[in-house]
Nanobody, 125 residues
Framework: QVQLVESGGGLVQAGGSLRLSCAAS????????MGWFRQAPGKEREFVGA????????YYADSAQGRFTISRDNAKNTVYLQMNSLKPEDTAVYYC??????????????????WGQGTQVTVSS
């Protein structure tokens, strides 16, 4: 069992930056690949990016590529989402998720076993 808790969301102006954190409980965090997803009001949840269990590879959605960076610190059981050059269309609830496949980088939400409760990010124009 893995419990995930996101933090770091808030209100930021367009062009600004935020860093989201996702803290995980459990001693097996380092065996899980981690993903970030987001859901805007009235829209389906969408993939943002993912990182392997070791942190050696990442994979991003086109909307995040070049602006967002995912990293992790397995010693702290935490994964991060650094978001730069934020746009109003980035406004959403952001979720972290864990999949037990370790080296699988996937955008398929159904392959993730555990989810956090989400943190709100609002980007004003």
């Amino acid at each position: 069992q893995v419990q995930l808790v996101e933090s770091g969301g808030g209100l930021v102006q367009a062009g600004g930056s935020l860093r989201l954190s996702c803290a995980a409980s459990g001693r097996t965090f380092s065996s899980y690949a981690m993903g970030w997803f987001r859901q805007a009001p009235g829209k389906e949840r969408e993939f943002v990016g993912a990182i392997t269990s070791s942190g050696d590879r990442t994979y991003y959605a086109d909307s995040a590529q070049g602006r967002f960076t995912i990293s992790r610190d397995n010693a702290k059981n935490t994964v991060y989402l650094q978001m730069n050059s934020l746009k109003p269309e980035d406004t959403a609830v952001y979720y972290c998720a864990a999949n037990g496949l370790g080296d699988l980088l996937t955008r398929q939400a159904t392959l993730y076993d555990y989810w956090g409760q989400g943190t709100q990010v609002t980007v004003s124009s």
